[in-house]
């Protein structure tokens, strides 16, 4: 299983921007596909966006289409995901796994990225 690191959450303003960054040690990285997954408090670990080997395809849950872009560049064996116009209840900790569709591969995440929004 590859290993993952997640950064870049924080603490903002509704309206603000972050990117957040995913990368890997393991050059084998670049062969998979990676999502975004995201987790509020007391509530299930969603899919948020999910691109694949090459940066190719890309896939986005309804609630981020339009403000969130993920996208990957594999010479730095990293995946990013730029949030736009954050609303509070974007408010989660943020994970990132190499995946299969919507699914993630595996079941060891790592210790993800806070990302909190004030209204």
């Known amino acids: 299983q590859v290993q993952l690191v997640e950064s870049g959450g924080g603490l903002v303003q509704a309206g603000a921007s972050l990117r957040l960054s995913c990368t890997a040690s393991?050059?084998?990285?670049?062969?998979?596909?990676v999502g975004w997954f995201r987790q509020a408090p007391g509530k299930e670990r969603d899919f948020v966006a999910g691109?694949?080997?090459?940066?190719?395809?890309?896939d986005y849950a309804d609630s981020v289409k339009g403000r969130f872009t993920i996208s990957r560049e594999n010479s730095q064996n990293a995946v990013y995901l730029q949030m736009n116009s954050l609303k509070p209840e974007d408010t989660a900790v943020y994970y990132c796994?190499?995946?299969?569709?919507?699914?993630?591969?595996?079941?060891?995440w790592g210790q993800g990225t806070q990302v909190t929004v004030s209204s």
């Open positions: 796994a190499t995946v299969y569709g919507r699914i993630a591969l595996g079941d060891v």
């Open positions: 691109i694949n080997w090459n940066g190719g395809t890309t």
């Open positions: 393991e050059r084998t990285f670049t062969n998979y596909a």
